[in-house]
């Protein structure tokens, strides 16, 4: 590491900010000595807002229907080999149930793109949860929608809301999607999103295919911009059945170092340490914590359905029981000194 290098990432952890051509540069020049000054500094911070607490948010996987053709994803429309299912609003809530039972105060509901669940039907289960449980909190991951079903969704009771922007450069986003799918699109539901009301979260893949330093210098500079409460990131891995099928998978490396420098432009913000990361590295999770993750999401998908929910190859937790997986991720996360917290894991406003 050079003494750029090293004055720009002081920088960072100081003034939360910095010009893309400095974040392209902490990219393209990274070695384990910059690693680990970033790992420190986000580590530091992090620990000054949410002590050694990981919240935990239970991921119910409703659906692998979509209507949409990503060129990366496992579950594109296209892909003639994924055996299909979708929960009914019955299931989600019993899935909820056990996970409530389990202790969690989280739930996010993600999903393809499928139509079944219409504005009526979301509300119902969203309204059904929140009346049944009064200390919960519902994150939504179900992609694209309008500005009026947002809207309803957050009446009903919805409270956050990821969608991950995927890229921050329009070239990129084109290469990575079909023709009927837009950045401006995407970018706007982010934006309606925030205006609703709701806790929203964006992110992006690591390693995507065709990204390069300056797109993910832009990634970067797009959350300094947009200040999510949420950001998912997390490796990209090649899909069997998928155009992308024989591209290199995105790194354990890089993907802690984008954790740090994400945690460092914003000290509060709620950052997962990804299943796909704990799919590359068998201590994947645990890195992204020490990187300055603070959250993590174990499975409570029924398992009947789980190796169908397969965005990306090999993906971990496919074979266990909710309260296993639970049960290994609290492990984990004490090994490495860190507690799960079960609470609703609000966003902390720094003192
Ligand atoms: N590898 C890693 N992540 C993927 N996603 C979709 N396909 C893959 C893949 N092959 C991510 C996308 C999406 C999120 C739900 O999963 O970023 O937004
Ligand atoms: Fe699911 Fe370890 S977290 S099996």
Avoid: W
């Avoid at 050694?52 to 979509?66: A, D, F, H, M």
């Avoid at 797009?222 to 992308?244: A, L, N, R, S, Y």
């Avoid at 009947?304 to 049960?327: F, H, M, P, Q």
């Amino acid at each position: 590491m050079n003494n750029d290098i090293r004055r720009t990432i002081q920088r960072l952890s100081e003034n939360h900010c910095l010009e893309a051509d400095e974040y392209e540069a902490l990219v393209v020049s990274f070695d384990e000595e910059s690693a680990s000054l970033l790992q420190e500094y986000a580590v530091k911070q992090r620990k000054e807002i949410y002590g050694n607490s990981v919240y935990v948010r239970g991921l119910i996987e409703i659906s692998n229907i979509c209507k949409n053709d990503c060129l990366y994803c496992g579950i594109r429309r296209s892909n003639n080999n994924a055996d299909r299912y979708r929960l009914s609003q019955n299931e989600i809530i019993q899935c909820a149930d056990v996970g409530y039972n389990l202790g969690f105060r989280t739930f996010v509901l993600q999903g393809g793109e499928d139509a079944y669940y219409t504005d009526d039907l979301l509300e119902e289960i969203i309204s059904r949860l929140k009346c049944k449980y009064d200390d919960i909190a519902i994150t939504l991951s179900l992609g694209e929608r309008s500005f009026d079903s947002y809207k309803r969704l957050y009446d009903a009771g919805a409270d956050r809301y990821l969608l991950r922007h995927e890229t921050a450069d329009e070239m990129h986003y084109k290469i990575l999607h079909p023709e009927s799918m837009s950045f401006d699109n995407r970018m706007n539901c982010l934006s309606s999103l925030r205006q609703i009301g709701y806790q929203v979260g964006c992110g992006f893949m690591v390693g995507s295919p065709y990204q390069t330093p300056k797109s993910l210098a832009k990634d970067l500079k797009f959350i300094e911009k947009f200040q999510p409460d949420m950001c998912g990131i997390g490796p990209f891995i090649p899909h069997k059945d998928t155009v992308f099928k024989n591209e290199a998978a995105g790194t354990v490396e890089l993907t802690c170092l984008l954790l740090s420098i994400i945690r460092l432009i914003k000290p509060n913000i709620l950052l997962p340490s990804t299943t796909a990361l704990g799919t590359i590295h068998p201590f994947g999770r645990e890195r992204g914590i020490q990187s300055g993750a603070n959250v993590v999401m174990p499975n409570l998908s029924p398992v009947s359905v789980r190796k169908k929910y397969e965005l990306y190859d090999n993906k971990i937790c496919t074979g266990e029981e909710s309260a296993e997986c639970k049960e290994c991720l609290s492990k984990r996360m004490e090994e490495i000194g860190y507690k799960i917290v079960v609470d609703k894991g609000d966003i902390k406003q720094i003192p």
